[in-house]
C-alpha cells in the first residue's frame, strides 16, 4: 500500500520537479554560481563556502521553501484521490479507510526526506571545501580559531588593525590612559587606502602619539574584551551544528508534509489548502514569532512556526530576520518566549491533531 502512494506521488511530475528545483536546485545553482565567479576572479568575488553562506542557505533559503513544497505534497497526497475521481473505487476495494490515510505519511516522508538530505549535502559540502582561509572578524583577516592568550598576542603584532577596527567598548572601567591612546590613533584611511591623513583644525595641537608598548597593550585589552564575540565566528560550520541543522530542516519538511496531507483531506481539495500553508509560513508565523500581542501571548505559541523556530540550532540566524550571526547575535531576544518542553508539546499536537482530523475526514466521507 506505501509503495503504491509512493508511485502516485512520483508520476506526477510536476511536483517532483518543484520539490528537487526547491530543495536542490536552487541551493547547487547559488553555489556553483559563486564557485564560478571566485574562481574567475578571486580579487572580487569571496570563497564560495563558509560559515555565513551556510548560515543564510539553511535558515534563510532551505527552512522556509523546503517546509512551502513539502506542504504542497503533503496537499496533494491528501486531495489526489478525490481529484481524479479514484476515492469511490479505493473504498469498493474494501480496505481499511483508515489505513489508506496513514499509508500517506510513510510513503510522502519516503521522497521528502531524501530529497531535503541531498540538497542539504550538498550545501554542507561546499560551505566546508569551500570555505575561506581566513576569518575575516569585522573587516579584519584574523585567524581562526585562537584561544584568548593567543588571540592577544596576534592583536599585540597588529595594533593598528585591532584599534581601528576590532568591535570594541572599554568603558569607564577600562581607565582613561586606554582611551587616549584610542583617540590618539589615526584610523582615517586615505584614498588610496593605505595612506593615513591626520588633519587637526587650525590652532589646535594634535594628540600625543602613543608610544609602540602603549599601542600593543591597548590591542591585547581590546583583543581581551572582544574575545567572546570573536569566539562566535567561525570559517565553516562544525560537524554538531551541520548535524543539528540537517534533523531541524527534515522536521520542519515532515510537519508541512504531514499538516498539509491532513488540511487537503479535511477539506477535499489541493489549491485552497495549498494557498493556506503558504500564508502560515509566508505571513502568520513572522508575525506572531516577532510581536508579543497582549493577551494573545498563548495563542501565539500555540503556532507551530514559532515552536520550530525555538528549537532552531543556536548559531543560524532567525529565519524571519530579526538577528543573525553565531550565538548572541542571532536575534533570539526578539522572539516570542517559549520554553522547549512547550514547542515540543505544540509540535505534537499539530501532527496528532491534523493527522487525526485528516483520518476523520477520509473515515467519514461518502464514496
Not at 496533494?76 to 481529484?83: C, E, K, Q
Not at 549535502?121 to 581566513?134: D, G, I, N, R
Not at 583577516?141 to 592583536?155: C, D, G, I, K, Q
Not at 565566528?233 to 562544525?238: D, K, T
Amino acid at each position: 500500500m506505501i509503495a503504491t502512494r509512493i508511485m502516485e506521488l512520483r508520476k506526477r511530475r510536476g511536483l517532483m520537479i518543484a520539490l528537487v528545483a526547491v530543495n536542490i536546485g536552487i541551493p547547487t545553482v547559488f553555489l556553483t554560481i559563486r564557485l564560478l565567479t571566485h574562481a574567475l576572479a578571486p580579487a572580487s568575488y569571496g570563497p564560495a563556502g563558509g560559515y555565513d553562506i551556510y548560515t543564510s542557505l539553511v535558515a534563510r533559503i532551505m527552512f522556509v521553501f523546503g517546509f512551502i513544497v513539502a506542504a504542497t505534497l503533503g496537499c496533494t497526497a491528501g486531495s489526489v484521490d478525490l481529484s481524479e475521481g479514484m476515492f469511490r473505487h479505493l473504498v469498493v476495494t474494501g480496505r481499511s479507510r483508515l489505513a489508506l490515510y496513514l499509508a500517506r505519511i510513510p510513503a510522502g516522508l519516503a521522497i521528502v526526506v531524501p530529497i531535503v538530505a541531498i540538497g542539504f549535502t550538498v550545501v554542507c559540502a561546499v560551505c566546508v571545501f569551500a570555505a575561506p582561509t581566513q576569518l575575516n572578524y569585522n573587516g579584519v583577516h584574523v585567524p581562526a580559531n585562537l584561544s584568548r592568550p593567543t588571540l592577544e598576542s596576534w592583536a599585540a603584532d597588529h595594533p593598528t588593525e585591532v584599534i581601528c577596527d576590532f568591535p570594541y567598548n572599554l568603558g569607564p572601567s577600562s581607565g582613561a590612559s586606554l582611551g587616549n591612546v584610542v583617540q590618539a590613533v589615526n584610523c582615517n584611511k586615505g584614498p588610496n587606502g593605505g595612506t593615513r591623513i591626520f588633519k587637526q583644525p587650525p590652532g589646535v595641537q594634535p594628540p600625543p602619539q602613543p608610544t609602540e608598548a602603549q599601542m600593543r597593550n591597548t590591542a591585547r585589552t581590546i583583543a581581551r574584551i572582544s574575545y567572546v564575540d570573536y569566539s562566535r565566528q567561525f570559517l565553516y560550520p562544525s560537524n554538531s551544528l551541520m548535524i543539528e541543522s540537517g534533523l531541524w530542516l527534515e522536521l520542519e519538511a515532515a510537519i508541512g508534509f504531514i499538516v498539509g496531507l491532513g488540511l487537503a483531506s479535511l477539506i477535499g481539495q489541493r489549491t485552497v489548502a495549498v494557498v493556506l500553508m503558504i500564508v502560515l509560513e509566508l505571513i502568520l508565523t513572522p508575525i506572531v514569532s516577532m510581536n508579543v500581542i497582549p493577551h494573545l501571548i498563548n495563542a501565539q505559541r500555540a503556532v507551530v512556526g514559532l515552536a520550530t523556530t525555538h528549537l532552531e540550532p543556536g548559531d543560524l540566524p532567525l529565519p524571519f530576520g530579526g538577528g543573525g550571526g553565531p550565538g548572541g547575535g542571532r536575534g533570539m531576544g526578539v522572539l516570542v518566549p517559549e520554553s522547549t518542553t512547550v514547542a515540543v508539546c505544540v509540535i505534537v499536537a499539530w501532527l496528532v491533531v491534523w493527522t487525526a482530523l485528516g483520518a476523520w475526514r477520509m473515515m467519514t466521507r461518502d464514496a
